[in-house]
């Protein structure tokens, strides 16, 4: 693909539900980012890749949130029994590097809205 | 633990004046510093990196280790400039840990 791509884009869900966010970033990055921005905030880290093994998980908020990469491509970012502060937009960024030192790839993100 | 400071959530210039965004970090070894950009309706992008020491749409910025600090400079801001910037560190965990940004608006 052209760039790193996330969906859904737009996700509304009722307090307790579970989601999945899905990035699939640009063929051959070895290094994915998960990152959730809060309104009027910048980009905070929750989770690492390198290939499939994740390297760094401190900054999921919980232990509701939870991701994978199984295969070394496509990541998946869950949330279960969401809550309101969970609202947020949720950011995948991929790298050639294999550490955070290279530029980072976005994709546009996915909102979540939790009512 | 390593920061990063924009103390400045919103910066208003007119076209043609100078602009300058604050970027303070903490981190005790050598850093690798970023802005990124993120236009209207578009993703968040990198715009420039200390090591490449280039200057990228007018923009430069210098890592000056005993401020700490590495601000965005233009001397002729353009109203294609508005947008948000971020500031980025990378410490020696490798992950990039993001300033809360600063929006930058050009008025004619």
């Known amino acids: 693909g052209a760039g790193v791509s996330q969906s859904p884009r737009y996700k509304v869900a009722k307090r307790g539900q579970d989601v999945a966010l899905r990035c699939d970033p640009i063929s051959g990055h070895v290094s994915l980012f998960w990152y959730q921005q809060a309104l009027g905030q910048g980009p905070e880290f929750l989770t690492y890749f390198q290939n499939e093994a994740q390297l760094d998980k401190s900054g999921l908020p919980s232990d509701r949130f939870f991701a994978e990469r199984p295969e070394g491509s496509v990541s998946t970012l869950k949330i279960q029994r969401t809550q309101q502060e969970d609202s947020a937009v949720y950011l995948c960024?991929?790298?050639?590097?294999?550490?955070?030192?290279?530029?980072?790839?976005f994709g546009e993100g996915s909102r979540l809205t939790v009512l | 633990a390593q920061r990063v400071t924009q103390p400045e959530k919103l910066l208003s210039v007119f076209k043609g004046a100078p602009v300058e965004l604050k970027c303070n970090y903490s981190y005790s070894g050598s850093p690798e510093l970023f802005w990124y950009v993120q236009y209207s309706r578009q993703r968040l992008q990198l715009l420039l990196r200390h090591i490449s020491r280039e200057s990228i749409k007018g923009f430069t910025a210098d890592l000056n280790k005993g401020e700490t600090s590495f601000h965005l400079k233009k001397p002729f801001a353009q109203e294609e400039d508005s947008a948000m910037y971020y500031c980025?560190?990378?410490?020696?965990?490798?992950?990039?840990?993001f300033g809360r940004g600063t929006s930058l608006i050009v008025h004619p």
């Open positions: 960024a991929s790298s050639l590097a294999s550490e955070g030192t290279g530029e980072l790839f």
């Open positions: 980025a560190l990378s410490g020696g965990s490798y992950i990039p840990t």
